[in-house]
């Protein structure tokens, strides 16, 4: 499993498998309540169609459908059941889509019909964000104010924008770049951007501490508080912000700073704190199986690892909230009781009460 979206036809998640030749396999997977999945019968796609991306946005599903062995770009389709398909936009091989959310900061279960639509990503070396006011019948590239890259001879660094989030003072953008695209000695860390005119222009928050700390690869609203997560720019260890703000300063969290307990790469609100996920490299810190970390934090600022479980052996690729149920998709080692490992390395989701 690589990908998960949830909306109000229920969860939907994407699993590729990749035969002995050719193209990977691609296979769209419904649920209604993240533990028993049914395999689904797309309509409105191509018969042979690689799938480039899963998100669910203003009450609908989202995937970048492409025909397999093509340079094709592919077409960006939309679906309100997970089911049948209908296109939104062709693609551009220029583009690479990071995600695909809206601007509302309601439930993902509920009504977001009038929410503007953000795809987001980068454009050539350029960090990209795309507007639909209209369900995606019609899309408008927004105004991104210090988002350009770096191209060179034979080296590029492209700024990336991860997502959008809306806060209590208007949307939030994310990602990393750079700090100055001009000076090619830095590296790459956390970028924000704010808009408050419904995100048609978006101003770059200022670089300052501890941003070149955070190579951020989600963020999380609850209330007032941000929190934004990721891997250390120095070091492979799991680094959190706060943001009190809106995401106009920010301050560090407390995190392990353990390399064996790896990064963070996914954080959800949930009734009280934030769940983060995050995978240890075992090339990295010399153990094995694989971990996968659950962490957790009442107060954003404060992170610490739950004890081992399930998610030992696994590697979770994507994660979403579907009312009060966390559910996280992935791939993992079959396990016992004996917490034994044993083949194969498949398919595999969690689910988390909260």
Excluded at 40 to 64: F, H, S, T
Excluded at 105 to 110: H, P, V, Y
Excluded at 127 to 134: H, N
Excluded at 283 to 303: C, K, L, M, N, Y
Aim: charged share 15%; aromatic share 8%.
């Amino acid at each position: 499993m690589v990908d998960v979206a949830a909306g109000p036809a229920g969860i939907v998640a994407l699993s590729a498998h990749g035969p002995d030749e050719g193209s990977p396999t691609m296979r769209l997977w419904g649920s209604a309540d993240g533990v028993t999945w049914q395999s689904i019968n797309p309509k409105g796609l191509p018969d042979r169609v690689y799938i480039g991306g899963l998100w669910g946005a203003a009450g609908l599903y989202w995937i970048r459908g492409a025909l397999p062995d093509s340079d094709d770009p592919g077409i960006l389709y939309r679906s309100s059941d997970g089911v049948t398909w209908r296109p939104s936009r062709n693609m551009s091989a220029r583009l690479q889509i990071w995600s695909l959310v809206d601007g509302c900061g309601a439930s993902i279960t509920g009504s977001r019909e009038a929410c503007p639509i953000f795809l987001t990503g980068t454009k050539d070396v350029d960090g990209a964000i795309l507007r639909s006011t209209d369900g995606g019948d019609t899309w408008a590239a927004a105004t991104v104010a210090d988002a350009t890259g770096f191209k060179g001879g034979q080296d590029a660094a492209p700024v990336e924008i991860r997502g959008v989030v809306a806060t209590s003072d208007g949307l939030l953008a994310y990602g990393n770049g750079l700090p100055k695209a001009s000076d090619t000695s830095g590296y790459l860390q956390a970028r924000f951007w704010r808009s408050t005119d419904a995100g048609v222009r978006w101003t770059r928050v200022p670089n300052a501490a501890p941003l070149g700390e955070l190579n951020v690869h989600q963020v999380a609203v609850a209330d007032r508080l941000v929190v934004a997560v990721g891997d250390g720019v120095a070091d492979q260890i799991a680094v959190a912000l706060t943001s009190t703000d809106s995401g106009r300063t920010w301050a560090r969290s407390t995190t392990s700073g353990a390399a064996a307990e790896g990064g963070l790469s996914q954080v959800l609100a949930g009734r009280q704190g934030f769940v983060g996920l995050g995978f240890a490299n075992p090339a990295q810190v010399d153990t094995f199986p694989v971990r996968e970390f659950v962490w957790t934090s009442d107060d954003g600022a404060t992170w610490g690892t739950g004890p081992a479980g399930d998610l030992e052996g696994g590697i979770v690729n994507d994660a979403v909230r579907f009312g009060d149920v966390i559910v996280a998709v992935g791939r993992a080692w079959t396990t016992n009781a004996t917490g034994t490992w044993e083949a194969p390395f498949g398919p595999a989701v969690w689910t988390l009460g909260l």
